[in-house]
T-cell receptor
Framework: EDKVVQSPLSLVVHEGDTVTLNCSYE??????LLWYKQEKKAPTFLFML????IEKKSGRLSSILDKKELSSILNITATQTGDSAIYLC????????????????FGQGTILTVHP | NAGVTQTPKFRILKIGQSMTLQCTQD?????MYWYRQDPGMGLKLIYY???????DKGEVPNGYNVSRSTTEDFPLRLELAAPSQTSVYFC???????????????FGDGTRLSIL
């Protein structure tokens, strides 16, 4: 069974701190790893990573994939209260033997709370 | 541009009742998905569709049915509501297979469903 595990499950920091969120996975036929940010409603897409060691950056957020260790980290520097959210990691694999759709398996999420 | 629209936003059902969660998208996306999110958990795929007339089961399909008669609409039906189906339901769509390109899934705002 495909599995994605995130840690920590929750994290409380103060504005200006740097945080690192972890995601590890065990999936068959891995294709890509995605990070989402979920505030009050729907998840919004942050990054997709397919190649090991390549860093994706967007402002204060960055992420790296380690395919050897089957894991990824999401870094947020100089955190702000607006970064408070649930951060979801998901892994896509290639569905073997059927349609060409790639199934997405989500981790349970990390709840980040940033205090002023 | 409305994106992905889900209705209703909230609903309370009695055990054994049936209902349809509506989802429509105006981006001409071929791929559509239904997820459920339980408290403290990530999203689990219920059903997906790769185009009009084509649907397939995801991770947790039991107790649900879907249809895809048009590109725009992908309704999710609960035939005999059970307390275990209390959850937040998200519909999503994408232009390409999820996890294949940097084009993200677009999520609706969710339907919060309680079965009492």
């Amino acid at each position: 069974e495909d599995k994605v595990v995130q840690s920590p499950l929750s994290l409380v920091v103060h504005e200006g701190d740097t945080v690192t969120l972890n995601c590890s996975y065990e999936v068959t036929n891995f294709r890509s790893l995605l990070w989402y940010k979920q505030e009050k409603k729907a998840p919004t897409f942050l990054f997709m990573l397919t190649s090991s060691g390549i860093e994706k950056k967007s402002g204060r957020l960055s992420s790296i994939l380690d395919k050897k260790e089957l894991s990824s980290i999401l870094n947020i520097t100089a955190t702000q209260t607006g970064d408070s959210a649930i951060y979801l990691c998901a892994v896509s694999n290639v569905y073997a033997g059927g349609t060409s759709y790639g199934k997405l398996t989500f981790g349970q999420g990390t709840i980040l709370t940033v205090h002023p | 541009n409305a994106g992905v629209t889900q209705t209703p936003k909230f609903r309370i059902l009695k055990i054994g009742q049936s209902m349809t969660l509506q989802c429509t998208q105006d981006m001409n996306h071929n791929y559509m998905y239904w997820y459920r999110q339980d408290p403290g958990m990530g999203l689990k795929l219920i059903y997906y569709s790769v185009g009009a007339g084509i649907t397939d089961k995801g991770e947790v399909p039991n107790g649900y049915n879907v249809s895809r008669s048009t590109t725009e609409d992908f309704p999710l039906r609960l035939e005999l509501a059970a307390p275990s189906q209390t959850s937040v339901y998200f519909c999503a769509s994408s232009h390409q297979q999820v996890g294949l390109s940097n084009q993200p899934q677009h999520f609706g705002d969710g339907t919060r469903l309680s079965i009492l």
